[in-house]
């Protein structure tokens, strides 16, 4: 297994194909490729998350806090959760100044968060629920991508979007959080807010040790390789 830095048609093409959300973050990312055998399987996404405040409740700024955006992986022989730790160790030596990383599970998809409680991530609780807007095709869009007059500010700049009116507005059931604390202290920090793993609900989500959807790998044009 390889796992190494990607270009981002080859992150694009791992959420199209093997990500339910099918769609990639909008903040600044960082993209890392997995190759098994020579084989591109996919791909995982950190981020500066959506608001750019996440360190906030923990006393961090934007630049010390990282999210795990999209694991995207298709059938594939190594544990999801050594993929995830390595990236995350790739992650913290390319970016200094990281004390946590964190990500979310999203039982609108019947997602729990096993594959955060497999690494032994800390469960903070859920978000506060949020509106989504529902697409004529049934894609489910999240507030950041959709306003009700069709614009909307994202990192200082106003932004065309699509507005209420080209879909159905919907209420989305809070996520899961998770946390990866990366020193000693940070972690005293977290520890305190620590709470009970959710239990799975349903069988919809990958499993901690393999991908359960497969697809086409991308060409050898989109995979991009560093030593």
Not at 71 to 90: E, G, K, N, T
Request: aromatic residues 10%; positive net charge; glycine residues 10%.
């Amino acid at each position: 297994m390889v796992i190494d830095w990607c270009s981002h048609e080859a992150a694009s093409f791992a959420v199209e194909h093997w990500h339910y959300s099918r769609t990639m973050p909008g903040s600044k990312l960082a993209k890392l490729g997995v190759w098994e055998q020579g084989r591109f399987i996919g791909a995982l996404i950190f981020g500066l998350g959506a608001t750019g405040n996440l360190g906030a409740p923990y006393g961090l700024s934007t630049f010390q806090v990282v999210e795990l955006q999209r694991v995207a992986l298709a059938q594939h022989r190594a544990p999801v959760s050594r993929i995830v730790m390595v990236a995350v160790r790739i992650v913290r030596r390319r970016f200094k100044g990281l004390r946590l990383v964190l990500s979310y599970a999203d039982p609108s998809y019947g997602h729990h968060g096993g594959i955060y409680q497999a690494m032994g991530w800390i469960y903070t609780g859920g978000t506060m629920s949020s509106r989504a807007l529902r697409l004529p095709d049934g894609q489910l869009l999240h507030s950041r991508a959709w306003s009700a007059t069709g614009y909307k500010k994202h990192y200082g700049k106003i932004q065309r979007v699509f507005s209420s009116k080209d879909g159905v507005v919907v209420r989305l059931p809070s996520k899961h959080r998770y946390i990866y604390p990366l020193d000693d202290q940070i972690r005293a920090v977290v520890e305190e807010r620590r709470l009970p793993y959710p239990r799975q609900k349903d069988s919809s989500e990958p499993s901690a040790h393999r991908a359960e959807e497969g697809g086409a790998a991308p060409t050898l044009a989109l995979q991009e390789r560093k030593a």
